[in-house]
């Protein structure tokens, strides 16, 4: 029996308030509206910005929600206006758009754009959009306007990246965020040159990415850095030459750092999200040409470092989704895994059902997972 145009009853995992264990719910999701497109979610990823949502979410108004923005999945239906898909086509909904026509979508210097989930304050100007999901009579805010930890999610379409029909989606779902992001941090944001030397530290899905996109870039060594030790072996894996923990030395981890590259790295990336760490991260760089790329997420605490620092050239930049227009670059991305180019099956530690989400959250901070999948 078709669906389409019908509500949708389907389960999710809510977020009802700050902190607290998610709980598995029927919600309804609405048929899509002008220019959205209504996915049936069949893996995704638990990254750990949804847990940082959950635990230091200071937006008003911010529950209750659906976590989830690494998902994948098949398109139900499609509302009014939508001309690049349809019912069938396998996606990946991203949580920076690409409309193609805003002035950040057509600089080739920027992969933000302006009509992405955060500028468009629908309904009472408060919420995310896009209200279209309800649950005991109440509307469900979508995290970065996907919420994937459901069943059915709604999305706008130029949030949404078609991808080969041949792609796994409990494998390429990592696309949506947490690999893309780390891989492109050292290919677009840092742009790393062959024979440099480049430090990451924090080796989660981020991190080890970031290691990745290192070796694609013909790094000569890659510094993994890591308080948990049994992140080194993996870390290998992914193309680390070295792995040092900071808490093996009496010296700050910069000046470690220094010593081992005769004056610091080419290139740092920050994949943590600890404001002291990206300060080490910057002074871990060489002083005249060193570039470090922040790619943990912080919104709570500010950053403070001397002028000192930076007055010799060092430059301290940043990454979204690791500067990739999304919607063009997420089909190459999955090519580019479909010809074994990049990895994703090694990031992949343990696959649960939707209500293990809370167990994923658990793994995750306990450091015993790299990437759990929830499968619907
Ligand atoms: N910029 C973006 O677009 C973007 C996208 C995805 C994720 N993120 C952010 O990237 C960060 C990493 O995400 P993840 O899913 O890989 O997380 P994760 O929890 O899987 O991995 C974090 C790693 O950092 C390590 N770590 C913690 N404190 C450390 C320290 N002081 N020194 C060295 N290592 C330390 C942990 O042991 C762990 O291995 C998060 O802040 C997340 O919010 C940003
Ligand atoms: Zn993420
Ligand atoms: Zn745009």
């Given at each position: 029996m078709s669906t389409t145009g019908k509500v949708i009853k389907c389960k999710a995992a809510v977020a009802w308030e700050d902190g607290k264990p998610l709980t598995i719910e029927e919600v309804e999701v609405a048929p899509p509206q002008e220019h959205e497109v209504r996915i049936k979610i069949v893996a995704t990823g638990v990254c750990h910005t949804d847990l940082h949502f959950l635990y230091t979410s200071h937006r008003k108004g911010g529950f209750p929600c659906i976590l989830g923005h690494e998902g994948a999945g098949i398109v139900e239906s499609v509302g009014p206006g939508v001309t690049k898909f349809k019912p069938g086509d396998k996606v990946i909904p991203v949580f920076v758009s690409q409309c193609g026509e805003c002035k950040n979508c057509r600089?080739?210097?920027?992969?933000?754009?302006?009509?992405?989930w955060w500028s468009k304050q629908q309904y009472d100007g408060k919420t995310e959009p896009l209200g279209r999901i309800t649950c005991k009579g109440r509307r469900i805010i979508q995290f970065e306007g996907l919420g994937t930890f459901a069943e059915y999610s709604i999305v706008y379409e130029i949030a949404v990246a078609k991808i080969d029909d041949d792609a796994p989606l409990d494998k390429v779902c990592?696309?949506?965020c947490g690999v893309s992001t780390g891989y492109g941090a050292a290919l677009n944001s840092a742009k790393v040159q062959p024979g440099s030397t480049c430090a990451v530290f924090g080796l989660g899905a981020v991190g080890l990415a970031a290691v990745m996109g290192c070796q694609a870039a013909g790094a000569s060594r890659i510094i993994a850095v890591d308080i948990n030790k049994d992140k080194s072996s993996k870390a290998k894996e992914f193309g680390a030459t070295d792995f040092v923990n900071p808490n093996d030395h009496d010296k700050p981890i910069q000046e470690v750092l220094s010593s081992l590259t005769d004056g610091g790295v080419d290139y740092s990336f920050e994949?943590?999200?600890?404001v002291e760490l990206m300060v080490s991260a910057l002074e871990a760089c060489n002083k005249s040409w060193g570039v470090s790329v922040i790619v943990g997420w912080n919104n709570t605490e500010m950053l403070s470092v001397s002028p000192v620092q930076m007055i010799g050239g060092r430059r301290w930049t940043g990454t979204v989704f690791g500067g990739w227009k999304s919607v063009e670059s997420v089909p190459k991305l999955v090519a580019d895994y479909m010809a074994k180019r990049i990895k994703l099956d090694e990031f992949i530690t343990h696959t649960l059902p939707l209500e293990g989400v809370n167990d994923a959250f658990d793994l995750m901070t306990a450091g015993k997972s790299i990437r759990t999948i929830l499968k619907m």
């Amino acid at each position: 029996m078709s669906t389409t145009g019908k509500v949708i009853k389907c389960k999710a995992a809510v977020a009802w308030e700050d902190g607290k264990p998610l709980t598995i719910e029927e919600v309804e999701v609405a048929p899509p509206q002008e220019h959205e497109v209504r996915i049936k979610i069949v893996a995704t990823g638990v990254c750990h910005t949804d847990l940082h949502f959950l635990y230091t979410s200071h937006r008003k108004g911010g529950f209750p929600c659906i976590l989830g923005h690494e998902g994948a999945g098949i398109v139900e239906s499609v509302g009014p206006g939508v001309t690049k898909f349809k019912p069938g086509d396998k996606v990946i909904p991203v949580f920076v758009s690409q409309c193609g026509e805003c002035k950040n979508c057509r600089s080739p210097r920027s992969n933000l754009c302006d009509n992405s989930w955060w500028s468009k304050q629908q309904y009472d100007g408060k919420t995310e959009p896009l209200g279209r999901i309800t649950c005991k009579g109440r509307r469900i805010i979508q995290f970065e306007g996907l919420g994937t930890f459901a069943e059915y999610s709604i999305v706008y379409e130029i949030a949404v990246a078609k991808i080969d029909d041949d792609a796994p989606l409990d494998k390429v779902c990592l696309l949506g965020c947490g690999v893309s992001t780390g891989y492109g941090a050292a290919l677009n944001s840092a742009k790393v040159q062959p024979g440099s030397t480049c430090a990451v530290f924090g080796l989660g899905a981020v991190g080890l990415a970031a290691v990745m996109g290192c070796q694609a870039a013909g790094a000569s060594r890659i510094i993994a850095v890591d308080i948990n030790k049994d992140k080194s072996s993996k870390a290998k894996e992914f193309g680390a030459t070295d792995f040092v923990n900071p808490n093996d030395h009496d010296k700050p981890i910069q000046e470690v750092l220094s010593s081992l590259t005769d004056g610091g790295v080419d290139y740092s990336f920050e994949c943590v999200g600890n404001v002291e760490l990206m300060v080490s991260a910057l002074e871990a760089c060489n002083k005249s040409w060193g570039v470090s790329v922040i790619v943990g997420w912080n919104n709570t605490e500010m950053l403070s470092v001397s002028p000192v620092q930076m007055i010799g050239g060092r430059r301290w930049t940043g990454t979204v989704f690791g500067g990739w227009k999304s919607v063009e670059s997420v089909p190459k991305l999955v090519a580019d895994y479909m010809a074994k180019r990049i990895k994703l099956d090694e990031f992949i530690t343990h696959t649960l059902p939707l209500e293990g989400v809370n167990d994923a959250f658990d793994l995750m901070t306990a450091g015993k997972s790299i990437r759990t999948i929830l499968k619907m």
